[in-house]
């Protein structure tokens, strides 16, 4: 007889939030409590999550944050994913296996899509032609701009190009993730970020747990 966990349907849960929301810590919180309850976990992130896409990771998140065009960006966030979608997510899907990704395509709608210009048009072409999936669930850690910037660049990752454009890029990426709430209702879900770690993973656990 098949064990469970080989008979569970895949699923694919996102994680989004500006840069420094706590969204990385609430990812293995939730890989971390998903193990113990039996279910095998894939934790991944974007850019990267592949060796091809963590290539292409360093050429995006690293040096002067005018390094690329709007456009060419958004060409190395969509090559990134295609490669990780077909070398990790997909494959781990077909197993069964929970997919829990820090960042996925809502990220581009966002950073790409409604604050480098209005490139949202090409980004929804891009995905629909290279892309094609959405998650299961999306978890949107909100979080207020200014405490979430103190704290990423207080990690001093030298991967700071997009939190260098300072303040109101921050603020307009919040507003967007919000409005995304409302775009895909039945898919994400927005937790309130400025509250203890602990608190905040009892909520991420409340969201996905009726979800498997
Ligand atoms: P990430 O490693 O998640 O940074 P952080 O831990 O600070 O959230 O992502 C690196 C940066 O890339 C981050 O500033 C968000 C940005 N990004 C985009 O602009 N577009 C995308 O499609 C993705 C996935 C990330």
């Excluded at 991967?159 to 709430?181: H, I, S, T």
Aim: aromatic share 6%.
């Amino acid at each position: 007889m098949s064990s469970p966990s080989n008979t569970q349907r895949g699923q694919f849960i996102t994680f989004e939030g500006i840069d420094g929301s706590g969204k990385s810590t609430q990812v293995r919180s939730l890989e971390a409590r998903l193990s113990a309850s039996g279910r095998t976990v894939l934790r991944t992130r974007e850019p990267g999550g592949s060796p091809g896409a963590e290539d292409i990771r360093r050429l995006l998140v690293e040096g002067d944050p005018e390094k690329w065009s709007p456009e060419t960006e958004l060409l190395l966030f969509t090559a990134a994913r295609r490669d990780h979608l077909e070398k990790t997510i997909e494959p781990a899907l077909t197993k069964g296996e929970v997919v829990i990704s820090d960042r996925f395509a809502d990220s581009t709608r966002i950073y790409q899509g409604a604050t480098r210009g209005d490139l949202r048009p090409m980004v929804d072409e891009l995905h629909r032609l290279m892309i094609g999936r959405e998650p299961d669930l999306t978890i949107i850690i909100d979080m207020d701009p200014q405490a979430a910037l103190t704290r990423g660049l207080a990690r001093g990752s030298g991967e700071d190009r997009f939190e260098d454009f300072g303040l109101p890029f921050q603020k307009a990426l919040r507003d967007g993730f919000l409005k995304l709430a409302q775009e895909f209702p039945e898919r994400c879900v927005i937790i309130d970020g400025n509250h203890p770690v602990e608190t905040v993973e009892e909520a991420v656990w409340r969201a996905v747990s009726p979800r498997l």
